[in-house]
DNA sequence: GCAAATAGTGTAAAATCGACACATAAAATT
DNA sequence: AATTTTATGTGTCGATTTTACACTATTTGC
């Protein structure tokens, strides 16, 4: 137990003393305090070269993830029932707050992590939300991401929370803030990332049915495609290698199997200028 | 002159007295700490109830303008000198703090606005950079917007900053933080948002000619067009109005002015699902 | 009145899109 | 063993969209 003692006022003092607080194994209890005009000329210089903007307001920032999932036949979203204030009870998006040493996307994936124990997801940031009073709780902005996953390559043992559900996308509850307007701009996000990038590939399995494909994409869109064309313009873009395995679990003839050849797809984008488009 | 004891720990003191430090009169100088364990328990309930995510970081959230203009000839992007530290006389995007309240677009509008006196501007929300080092001076997170406005709209006075600047795309400085890596993600969103939504007009006076429309095209998507293919397809959108009225200020045969029928526009796609694509 | 400079105009070939129907393989049933 | 069932797999043609391309018209400055 050491005693400090200081003339900084607190600005500096937070500056100086919070990486100790955050990175090292203890923190400090503030034993006396004074209280000055806060015009007061700052003690140090250092001060002024410490910190910069000191004036002006800080927030809190979270990070709330979109899941999207698709379990061969539907889209759905993966939601949870909060398990702590404000609003608990009610079903929101995966988030958490962004801490000092991460930036967003690792923000985002820890907290993708953390619920579901899934790591290497295909995520992106979406939008900022900001509204003064879209948190009850505090000032809280929060960035949007969305991520990709196949429901089936993780079996939910409810090891990781017990209130998580998988819903379908016109299903979905009423959720708290301003999360619904989250989903819609991650679909519409979705739907343009599909027709340009291929990310379906994503949320399917490894090996997959073109008609799985068709079915993943006919729910992104929410509308109907044509099996002849739809084949023949993934055909034409060629980064599937078919496979001699067969689905038998549909149909009675059976459906071969396809992989996405990520290699190829990469070596077309940058050597021959090669851009998906469904 | 006040003195005050406490045994709050860190945290917990910087709840309760931050907002005084930030919003009164006075501030607090520390004169003695003790330094505990990291966890040790926290001393009061009332604490849980102020706050929620009372054990959240806090950071500081900027928003970061990148102001297109179009001069009748050339895309440009206005860029100003810092008159502050850190990085005190470099280029710099146009950019602020966000306040407790307001929201992100309207600190951006109050951003731009306090810079360059110009309000009614068409703005756009664009990512979110969080790099834990960004920024030397403090933990910043920044959201990047982009606005479009008329070079000529807007005559500078120097009133407002006699260190702004209109750059050329290419020949612009070199910028601090991670400015530039905003500019051309933002470039890549213009073009993309040219080529479906009539924002192109926010970059030009009310009437215009042909040429200059398709210089600006030309100059946004960084390639030439087509003469004949270009007008037949603005011609088939149907959104123009051709004036009895002449610009006879590039060519000796003067050409035809236009103008954008925004509410034609609106009405085509309200009642026909009409979607701009050039 | 002639030179200079930019405006303005249409067509044909190529590529892409969208609609559309039937034979096939294998399992399940009789 | 024959038949029924069920989803798979495959190609063409017309419509639409995109691209390439060249000459005349108008007015001012000389």
């Known amino acids: 137990m050491t005693l400090l003692l200081s003339q900084l006022d607190l600005g500096t003092f937070l500056r100086i003393f919070i990486k100790r607080y955050l990175f090292k194994k203890f923190s400090f209890r503030i034993l006396a305090l004074m209280e000055v005009p806060k015009n007061a000329e700052l003690t140090t210089d250092i001060d002024r070269q410490l910190n910069f903007y000191q004036k002006e307001d800080q927030v809190l920032l979270a990070v709330d993830c979109i899941i999207f999932g698709f379990d061969k036949t539907n889209l759905k979203i993966l939601l949870i029932k909060r398990n702590f204030e404000p609003e608990k009870g009610k079903w929101s998006l995966i988030g ?7 930036n967003l ?10 619920l579901t124990g899934l790591s290497d997801i295909y995520m992106e940031q979406l939008y900022t939300y900001s509204k ?5 709780g505090q000032r809280t902005i929060s960035v949007s991401y969305f991520a990709l996953i196949d429901v089936d390559s ?22 708290i803030f301003d999360h619904e307007e989250m989903i819609q701009k991650a679909i519409a ?4 990332r599909a027709m340009t ?5 994503e949320l399917l399995p490894e090996k997959f049915t073109m008609r799985q494909l068709q079915n993943l994409y006919e729910s992104i869109l929410g509308k109907k495609l044509d099996k002849r064309n739809f084949i023949n313009k993934v ?6 290698v078919k496979l001699n395995e067969k689905d038998m679990t549909v149909s009675r003839k059976g459906a071969y199997l396809f992989v996405f050849d990520k290699e190829k797809y990469e070596k077309k984008v940058t050597e021959d200028g090669f851009s998906f488009k469904l």
Chains 1, 2 share one sequence.
């Open 132 to 136: 003064v009073d879209r948190d009850p």
């Open 197 to 201: 990038m291929p990310i379906g590939f």
């Open 96 to 102: 958490g707050f962004l801490k000092k040493n991460e």
């Open 154 to 175: 993780y079996q939910f043992d409810g090891i990781q929370i017990e209130s998580a559900r998988w819903f379908d996308l016109n299903e979905a509850p009423n959720l």
């Open 105 to 114: 996307d690792q923000a985002a994936t820890r907290v993708l992590n953390a």
């Open 189 to 192: 996000r979705l739907r343009r």
């Open 235 to 240: 055909n034409s873009l060629d980064v599937l």
